[in-house]
T-cell receptor, first 113, second 117 residues
């Protein structure tokens, strides 16, 4: 059972570079989301999607873009990386419309230098 | 707006001691869901429990138990006879005003639990 798969696990970027964090789930979940985890702050919601073609902003969306072309995939794009985006990123998915917990990927540790 | 407070940043206990992790939440919604997740040193997030706002029954699962009190807006987590493998960061989270799925979770800042042998 793959569940939620994130790639890469680790990444180092230079300031100003762009990159895409990949997230895929095989549970046919309608709802997908991205969180960032920073020391002492728990996890904060960046963007989320309730289905293919539908995305919305969370608490900390600036500097990130998302798209949802399929149910399975929900990539997160950093347009121009900044040191403030150094963090651990988690993708999560869950059912919509019924009781469910969120299933998380393994996380991506991103360092921007 | 929702808020989750985990006032205990770090807790250290000796193996076999009982330990309680506190979680206080704020929401104006009458329908909401509370979750606990464990993050071991390996970094993944492991789901432990989900509780909805209409169910105040306490729950016990092995050495784990949860006490939900709407009157004090608290959802505390107790580990009985702690073990070294319980060492992890524990997060409390809230999802409010939804159909029950874990949408737009608001997380507390986490409690680092260290169990010493």
């Amino acid at each position: 059972n793959a569940g939620v798969t994130q790639t890469p696990k680790f990444q180092v970027l230079k300031t100003g570079q762009s990159m895409t964090l990949q997230c895929a789930q095989d549970m046919n979940h309608e709802y997908m989301s991205w969180y960032r985890q920073d020391p002492g702050m728990g996890l904060r919601l960046i963007h989320y999607s309730v289905g293919a073609g539908i995305t919305d902003q969370g608490e900390v969306p600036n500097g990130y873009n998302v798209s949802r072309s399929t149910t399975e995939d929900f990539p997160l794009r950093l347009l121009s990386a900044a040191p403030s985006q150094t963090s651990v990123y988690f993708c999560a998915s869950s059912y919509l419309g019924r009781i469910s917990e969120a299933f998380f990927g393994q996380g991506t540790r991103l360092t921007v230098v | 707006a929702q808020k989750v407070t985990q006032a205990q940043t770090e807790i250290s206990v000796v193996e076999k001691e009982d330990v309680t992790l506190d979680c206080v939440y704020e929401t104006r919604d009458t329908t909401y869901y509370l979750f606990w997740y464990k993050q071991p040193p390996s970094g993944e997030l492991v789901f432990l429990i989900r509780r909805n706002s209409f169910d105040e029954q306490n729950e016990i699962s092995g050495r784990y138990s949860w006490n939900f009190q709407k009157s004090t807006s608290s959802f505390n987590f107790t580990i009985t006879a702690s073990q070294v493998v319980d060492s992890a960061v524990y997060f409390c989270a809230l999802s409010a005003g939804t159909s029950g799925s874990a949408r737009q979770l608001t997380f507390g800042s986490g409690t680092q639990l260290t169990v010493l042998p």
